[in-house]
């Protein structure tokens, strides 16, 4: 579904974050660039919603809307600030864990995000569901500090597969 009627039907259907996100810019973007799937991100005081037009158009509408409700809720509950909380070599892991921390309110999300039950995969431990980033963060950053290059290496597979 074309991204602005995707938007009126996330506002019809989730009104509280179809609210926060009439606030954000919204941007389309090609192959080329940086963000292959979508994201937020500030631009000065603004917020905007970047878009990669390829993946979107391989969504189903469900999936559409799981993405955006995905990242209003970034915002909703205040990630972005917290990338400013961890040195920038670990924003990483604070992106896997800010995802973790809201993909468990979320349904119909395509395959490849972060779950918890992934995140469980990666930490080869059981954790705590429904909690917040910094939980997940921490728990993240004890795995890493064992295994950094096991880390790294799923990091760069994750991005080489566009997830």
């Given at each position: 579904?074309?991204?602005?009627k ?66 209003v ?39 490849g ?22 939980y ?12 950094s ?8 597979e ?6």
């Amino acid at each position: 579904m074309e991204l602005n009627k995707a938007l009126k039907e996330f506002f019809i259907r989730e009104p509280f974050y179809g609210t926060l996100m009439l606030n954000f810019n919204k941007k389309i973007v090609g192959p080329d660039h940086d963000v292959k799937t979508a994201a937020v991100g500030r631009a000065g005081l603004n917020l905007t919603l970047y878009v990669n037009q390829e993946f979107w158009e391989k969504l189903s509408d469900k999936e559409q809307a799981a993405i955006l409700k995905h990242e209003v809720m970034h915002v909703a509950f205040m990630h972005l600030t917290s990338l400013f909380s961890v040195p920038s070599h670990k924003n990483y892991q604070m992106n896997i864990a800010t995802d973790c921390s809201i993909n468990q309110y979320i349904h119909n999300l395509p395959e490849g995000g972060i779950t918890l039950q992934k995140l469980e995969e990666i930490c080869d431990k059981k954790l705590e569901a429904r909690q917040g980033a910094w939980y997940y963060y921490n728990e993240l950053e004890k795995y890493c500090q064992k295994n950094s290059a096991a880390f790294q290496k799923m990091v760069e597979e994750m991005l080489a597969n566009g997830e």
